[in-house]
């Protein structure tokens, strides 16, 4: 059997979103900007799309933009939202996904700006009270930080962080990627500035995602070309992908208590397992508070493995797909930031096993007894 733990990373398609998906690349093939009867049929089923998921996050449609994925969303919001307000500070963590690290980095380097990181406790999780200091010395900032970490499945409370930062006319980002469709998110308090989604994350297409910007918060365009998206992002639209986004997200939030459930069944048997069969295993960020990660991410540290690709490498033969890390880390030998952050030992093999409603109890006994034997013979 093949099988595949790397959900973080990406999902399966939907077969129920591929059908939806499908007569927008053959039969309805207009350019949504063209005025004709193809173009405006298209056009509609794109403001659907939007509107479907604007209602799920309780917002307006005018907030919704389209994007290619997470990436391109983090980008353009902390870019653009930096240079148009002039802002000078950015305060962010270590621990974020490269798609926002890598951008704000690459703005200080310019002397755009100067990033702040706030404090990472033991477990993973942002010190509030260092964060609330931050914020509160530093008015006019830009606060990027995420929702559910990827790597080692903690999730910050954006309610709190977004209360803090509106004190201060600070503007508050957070990458979403890894809980949009898995939790309820209702944004219509208005204190969350902007998030970002990506489909593929939740068995939608890749290369298709989003970003909600606050209407109170105004910034110019990322890609420059024609007026799609309100004049945010030139382009033709990847209507397909569109189409599957809004499905895939509206059969995840439909579905959301039944995958909840299962996944975490899936998870707290795996770590009891784990438990009894692994002496001296790490688990990394919070992984066994059901309140404070992600259900369906879970990281390990694996201990007394000389040769961490290796192992990696042998869960591979054995036909099972885990990462080290995220996707972008795999391959390469470097250890994650993140884990770097939470001082992982060095004879210790970090495993990221990500479930999805696809995964089975049979499949996790069988990774359990995979590891448990490689580990034996490292
Ligand atoms: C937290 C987080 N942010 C951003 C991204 C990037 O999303 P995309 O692959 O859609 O560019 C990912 C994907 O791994 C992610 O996990």
Redesign the pocket.
Same mark, same amino acid.
């Not at 994925?69 to 391109?72: A, C, L, Q, S, V």
């Given at each position: 059997m093949n099988i595949y733990f790397d959900n973080?990373?990406t999902t399966k398609l939907d077969k129920r979103v591929l059908e939806e998906m499908i007569p927008f690349m053959v039969e309805n093939y207009g350019n949504p900007s063209s005025i004709h009867k193809h173009g405006r049929e298209v056009k509609a089923s794109v403001e659907n799309s939007r509107n479907k998921i604007a209602d799920i996050l309780g917002v307006t449609p005018g907030e919704i933009f389209f994007t290619s /994925?997470?990436?391109?969303a @983090?980008n353009t919001f902390i870019i653009n939202a930096i240079y148009s307000r002039k802002i000078k500070t950015a305060i962010t963590s270590k621990i974020e %996904?490269h798609?926002?690290l890598h951008t704000l980095e690459d703005l200080e380097q310019k002397n755009v700006i100067k990033i702040l990181y706030v404090n990472i406790d033991s477990n993973g999780h942002i010190d509030y009270t260092h964060l609330e200091e931050l914020i509160s010395s530093h008015p006019k900032s830009l606060i990027s930080l995420?929702h /559910?970490n990827?790597e080692i499945g903690n999730i910050t409370d954006i309610e709190r962080v977004a209360q803090i930062c509106n004190t201060n006319d600070s503007i508050f980002h957070s @990458?979403t =990627?890894?809980t949009i469709g898995h939790f309820n998110m209702n944004l219509s308090s208005n204190i969350i500035h902007s998030i =970002?989604g !990506?489909a %593929?994350?939740f068995h939608g297409p890749k290369g298709i /995602?989003f970003m909600y910007i606050n209407n109170k918060i105004k910034i110019p365009p990322y890609i420059i070309g024609g007026s799609q998206e309100r004049n945010m992002r030139g382009g033709t639209e990847n209507v397909s992908g569109i189409i599957g986004l809004s499905k895939a997200l509206e059969i995840t939030i439909e579905e959301k208590d039944k995958t909840k459930k299962r996944i975490e069944n899936l998870k707290f048997n795996m770590i009891d397992m784990l438990k009894r069969n692994v002496k001296n295993l790490i688990f990394n960020g919070d992984c066994e508070n059901p309140k404070k990660s992600l259900f369906h991410v879970l990281s390990l540290s694996i201990p007394k493995i000389e040769d961490k690709q290796m192992f990696l490498f042998n869960l591979d033969i054995n036909k099972i797909s885990v990462s080290a890390g !995220?996707?972008?880390s795999s391959g390469s030998s470097k250890n994650s930031h993140v884990l770097e952050e939470l001082k992982l030992k060095d004879n210790h093999s970090p495993v990221r096993i990500s479930f999805s409603k696809l995964n089975t109890m049979e499949e996790v006994n069988y990774v359990v007894e995979k590891i448990v034997e490689l580990q034996k013979i490292s």
């Open positions: 973080a990373a /994925g997470g990436t391109e @983090d %996904h798609a926002v995420m /559910g990827n @990458d =990627v890894q =970002v !990506s %593929h994350k /995602g !995220s996707a972008c």
